[in-house]
């Protein structure tokens, strides 16, 4: 059978539709999610304290329950602590409508940790680990949490985790926990440094 010439260019147009729809689709995550892969939260830089960027009416709003769906909700806190709005992390995350998922408990214990309550963060890591023993990007701060305390065998075991987990030694969170380990709690130079380690005057 034939195909018209007319019908065989409607085909060609669909096929390259079907592979250029491919070739930008984003890629699928290894890691058990977080880390905001496919999220839309909006930017914390636009709006002050207690505020999101809405997208519906192009202005800034208050923050309140409902306002966003728990994944990106969860994804704004986090980008909130990484600007280092802790507190501001902490308030949103409590909007969740189900606070107890592995990515909402990672995120809620990476805030409280930087506030330095490592102990407490530490709670909301095993927490989400016990929800999703494959999160790869929890069991990193879990781990930089034991660096900070001191405890590197339970800094390695989470790395050990982690290369399981990734199938080797090249993702992202292994290899950040695992220059944390090897800079150790009070290495001059680290991000983990003690303000001892600042040089004299």
Same mark, same amino acid.
């Given at each position: 059978?034939?195909?018209?010439?007319?019908?065989?260019?409607?085909?060609? $147009?669909?096929?390259?539709?079907?592979?250029? #729809?491919?070739?930008?689709?984003?890629?699928?995550?290894?890691?058990?999610?977080?880390?905001?892969?496919?999220?839309?939260?909006?930017?914390? &830089?636009?709006?002050?304290?207690?505020?999101?960027?809405?997208?519906?009416?192009?202005? +800034?709003?208050?923050? @309140?329950? #409902?306002?966003?769906?728990?994944?990106? !909700?969860?994804?704004?806190?986090?980008?909130?602590?990484?600007?280092? $709005?802790?507190?501001?992390?902490?308030?949103?995350?409590?909007?969740?409508?189900?606070?107890?998922?592995?990515?909402? !408990?990672?995120? @809620?214990?990476?805030? &409280?940790?930087?506030?330095?309550?490592?102990? =407490?963060?530490?709670?909301?890591? !095993? $927490?989400?680990? @016990?929800?999703?023993?494959?999160?790869?990007?929890? @069991?990193?701060?879990?781990?930089?949490?034991?660096?900070?305390?001191?405890?590197?065998?339970?800094?390695? %075991?989470?790395?050990?985790?982690?290369?399981?987990?990734?199938?080797? &030694?090249? +993702?992202? =969170?292994?290899? %950040?926990?695992?220059?944390?380990?090897?800079?150790?709690?009070?290495?001059? #130079?680290?991000?983990?440094?003690?303000?001892?380690?600042?040089?004299?005057?």
């Amino acid at each position: 059978m034939k195909l018209k010439a007319k019908d065989a260019g409607l085909a060609g $147009r669909l096929a390259l539709a079907i592979v250029l #729809g491919l070739a930008w689709a984003p890629a699928a995550r290894a890691d058990g999610g977080g880390g905001g892969g496919g999220s839309s939260a909006p930017d914390p &830089t636009k709006c002050g304290s207690g505020e999101y960027f809405s997208d519906r009416s192009g202005k +800034c709003e208050k923050l @309140r329950a #409902g306002a966003l769906d728990d994944k990106d !909700l969860a994804q704004y806190a986090f980008l909130l602590a990484k600007a280092g $709005r802790y507190g501001e992390a902490i308030a949103a995350l409590d909007l969740l409508r189900n606070p107890d998922t592995a990515v909402a !408990l990672n995120y @809620r214990g990476y805030a &409280t940790r930087q506030m330095g309550k490592v102990d =407490e963060g530490i709670g909301y890591y !095993l $927490r989400s680990v @016990r929800l999703d023993p494959r999160y790869a990007q929890v @069991r990193e701060y879990l781990g930089e949490a034991y660096v900070i305390k001191g405890d590197l065998p339970s800094a390695r %075991h989470q790395l050990a985790k982690i290369r399981a987990i990734c199938g080797n &030694t090249g +993702c992202d =969170e292994y290899e %950040h926990l695992a220059a944390a380990i090897a800079d150790g709690p009070n290495a001059c #130079g680290s991000r983990y440094a003690a303000r001892r380690c600042a040089a004299p005057e």
